[in-house]
């Protein structure tokens, strides 16, 4: 499946890198310095004794995401506060005006 992560802080990065290690293509959006950090050196997550690193695609901005051509997502994750929504949906939709589920 190819599932983009909108809003990738740290719920957002957590569950994405989860269905990442689970074998889906997962793309997120995220600040600059943490997508810097992740596309150089991927992204791990540690839970007790257990860890594991995965490469999502990681951009930081829904331009530079859907700068792709042809780039289609089969599930979008909205993962930012919920006073950011609106503004992020309306970012969205102007990039991904047909977008599949939410």
Do not use: W
């Not at 007790?48 to 051509?69: E, H, K, M, W, Y």
């Amino acid at each position: 499946m190819r599932i983009l992560v909108y809003g990738a802080g740290a719920v957002g990065g957590y569950v994405g890198a989860q269905l990442a290690h689970d074998g889906h293509q997962v793309t997120m959006i995220m600040r600059d310095l943490t997508a810097e950090s992740i596309n150089t050196n991927g992204l791990t997550v540690r839970e007790g004794d257990r860890s594991f690193n995965v490469q999502p695609i990681a951009t930081t901005s829904i331009a530079q995401t859907f700068l792709v051509p042809d780039v289609e997502f089969d599930l979008i994750i909205m993962g930012m506060k919920a006073y950011d929504l609106k503004s992020a949906l309306d970012h969205l939709v102007a990039f991904c005006p047909d977008p599949p589920p939410f």
